[in-house]
T-cell receptor, first 111, second 114 residues
Framework: DQQVKQNSPSLSVQEGRISILNCDYT??????FLWYKKYPAEGPTFLIS?????DKNEDGRFTVFLNKSAKHLSLHIVPSQPGDSAVYFC??????????FGKGTKLSVIP | DAGVIQSPRHEVTEMGQEVTLRCKPI?????LFWYRQTMMRGLELLIY????????DSGMPEDRFSAKMPNASFSTLKIQPSEPRDSAVYFC????????????FGAGTRLSVL
């Protein structure tokens, strides 16, 4: 039973355009959400996070939106760059330090 | 500061052999996590240590898997005996109390059991 779902295995976007990666969750106890980026042959690296008390967090080209009523969050990358091509994982935590990860979305940014 | 260090990066072994994966967390981090990544199941948490004590090992698949953390700077994940279905990438991650769930991952160990 997946508590964190990323329904799009892959996404292709033109360089300079916006990339939108989506994530849904089922556990209403989750109170902290994170996005990780993973390049081949490397471990996931932390990108951006958001607390459940907020609905938006921005860091440079990256913005995460949280819709608690819909149990949905999204990561926006504007403008997209070829170096953003990677697998993006959504993760959620519920008070403890444990995280539940989605299966990832592979983003390809086309020059 | 050095990140999480895992060794070996690649391990190829035959079914039935013992495999030991190693992890050195970031200095000052007091939580350590072992994950397994497969195509089918994604990134699964195997076991979680806090202050060197195993807190949750419910993700460990079976008795063939064991993990230890003898001190704050070293942990091992052992598979004995190994089976082909154990083939996966194993990640170690660490975090620090008060860091808001942010975990820092090592580069992983790619295990192939023939």
């Amino acid at each position: 039973d997946q508590q964190v779902k990323q329904n799009s295995p892959s996404l292709s976007v033109q360089e300079g355009r916006i990339s939108i990666l989506n994530c849904d969750y089922t556990n209403s106890m989750f109170d902290y959400f994170l996005w990780y980026k993973k390049y081949p042959a490397e471990g996931p690296t932390f990108l951006i996070s958001i607390s459940s008390i907020k609905d938006k967090n921005e860091d440079g080209r990256f913005t995460v939106f949280l819709n608690k009523s819909a149990k949905h969050l999204s990561l926006h990358i504007v403008p997209s760059q070829p170096g953003d091509s990677a697998v993006y994982f959504c993760a959620a935590g519920a008070g403890s330090y444990q995280l539940t990860f989605g299966k990832g979305t592979k983003l390809s940014v086309i020059p | 500061d050095a990140g999480v260090i895992q060794s070996p990066r690649h391990e190829v072994t035959e079914m039935g052999q013992e495999v030991t994966l190693r992890c050195k967390p970031i200095s000052g981090h007091n939580s350590l996590f072992w994950y397994r990544q497969t195509m089918m199941r994604g990134l699964e948490l195997l076991i979680y240590f806090n202050n060197n004590v195993p807190i949750d090992d419910s993700g460990m698949p079976e008795d063939r898997f064991s993990a230890k953390m003898p001190n704050a700077s070293f942990s091992t994940l052992k598979i004995q005996p190994s089976e082909p279905r154990d083939s996966a990438v194993y990640f170690c991650a660490s975090s620090r109390t008060g860091s808001k769930n942010i975990q820092y991952f090592g580069a992983g160990t790619r295990l192939s059991v023939l």
